[in-house]
């Protein structure tokens, strides 16, 4: 998973949106969001055209968790019909990626729809690998994801990515029943980036697991079909 982070343009950007793209750059880098929004948004008033400035405002929007903005800002660049194949791709995972961030039904069906996409079309991007494998564990097929989130995280430099896909594994592993497996990538994603995002959604997680695993255990002599059917009812 993670939304990817790489400059783009379409044709000749102005010298003064390159510096103000530049700028931004320098201030997402150092974790600085709000004045990394600001550079873009002056970048975008030389030169409103330029795919760096516009992409680089997502991601500004996204770590400020002002998501319905950054999705407005990557769905813009989507819909121009000039893309090419690694402009598409990107901008396809990086819309799942927000979706998956949003939530709801429909968003999660469009993420699933784009993350394919993304990785149909670049499929050897693990960070579109890690999208997709995100999106595969939120549809319920944990097994099949984790891999993929797992490459993702093996790839990231970036602290505050490889946290978001260490969150990915805590929830994969959840599901799939491993407790010691979900605390230790949770004291990961802790560790990498006490701030990530997405720590509030794995601690509900492991919150939920705990409060089942331990009414499973405060009611002995159940037979292996009813503790399974207790799973259900309670996933």
């Not at 600001?38 to 055209?49: F, S, V």
């Not at 998956?100 to 999660?108: A, K, N, V």
């Not at 993702?152 to 602290?159: C, H, K, L, R, S």
């Amino acid at each position: 998973m993670r939304a990817e982070n790489q400059a783009h343009h379409w044709g000749p950007p102005s010298a003064a949106s390159t510096v103000r793209a530049n700028e931004a750059h320098d201030c997402y880098r150092d974790g600085d969001f709000a004045e990394a929004a600001q550079w873009c948004e002056k970048g975008l008033g030389c030169y409103p055209e330029d795919f760096a400035n516009r992409h680089f405002l997502g991601f500004a929007r996204l770590f400020l968790n002002q998501l319905e903005s950054c999705r407005n800002e990557w769905a813009c660049l989507l819909a121009h019909k000039e893309l090419e194949t690694a402009q598409r791709a990107l901008l396809l995972n990086n819309v799942a990626w927000v979706d998956l961030m949003i939530g709801g039904t429909e968003l999660l069906q469009e993420a699933d729809r784009f993350s394919q996409e993304a990785v149909k079309l670049q499929g050897s991007r693990a960070p579109y690998l890690g999208t997709r494998g995100s999106v595969l564990i939120e549809l319920g097929e944990a097994d099949k994801g984790l891999p993929l989130v797992q490459r993702a995280f093996e790839f990231n430099t970036d602290p505050r990515l490889k946290a978001l896909n260490a969150c990915y594994l805590v929830i994969a592993e959840v599901r799939r029943g491993n407790s010691n497996a979900a605390t230790a990538h949770r004291d990961a994603a802790v560790k990498l980036d006490p701030n990530c995002q997405l720590l509030g959604k794995v601690e509900r997680e492991l919150a939920q697991f705990q409060l089942r695993s331990a009414s499973l255990a405060a009611t002995p002599e159940r037979s292996p079909a009813a503790i399974e059917a207790f799973s259900q009812m309670s996933s």
